[in-house]
């Protein structure tokens, strides 16, 4: 699912990955309308290139996970909303690749 809202501090950089360089607060890309409210769902992303600034994955308004190096991570959770976000934090520098949402039944 190719991200529906990139704020201008993300680059999508045309494979598959996504650069965020941000001086300021908050920053985020967003994949629009993919969850069902109440369903669990697993999410993958792999973070390369940063400078230990937070980025969170977030179900709507709800952060379900905090990366703070460069690695891949995965979280399971259920979603509050309908929306996907990732979001750089204060002064943020990284490179966000292999982004993964899946439905899942527990």
């Known amino acids: 699912n190719p991200p529906s809202a990139i704020a201008g501090t993300w680059t999508d950089n045309l494979d598959g990955t996504y650069t965020v360089t941000l001086s300021g607060t908050l920053s985020n890309m967003t994949m629009d309308s993919i969850l069902e409210i109440g369903a669990t769902y697993k999410t993958t992303i792999t973070v390369s290139g940063s400078n230990g600034s937070q980025i969170h994955v977030r ?9 703070t190096a460069d690695g891949s991570y995965d979280v399971t959770d259920v979603t509050d909303g309908v929306n996907m976000v990732v979001r750089a934090t204060t002064n943020t520098e990284a490179t966000v690749s292999n ?3 899946r439905k899942v039944t527990l």
């Not at 179900?59 to 990366?67: G, K, R």
Request: hydrophobic share 50%; aromatic share 8%; net charge neutral.
């Open 59 to 67: 179900y709507n308004a709800t952060n379900v996970l905090t990366i």
């Open 99 to 101: 982004i993964s949402v």
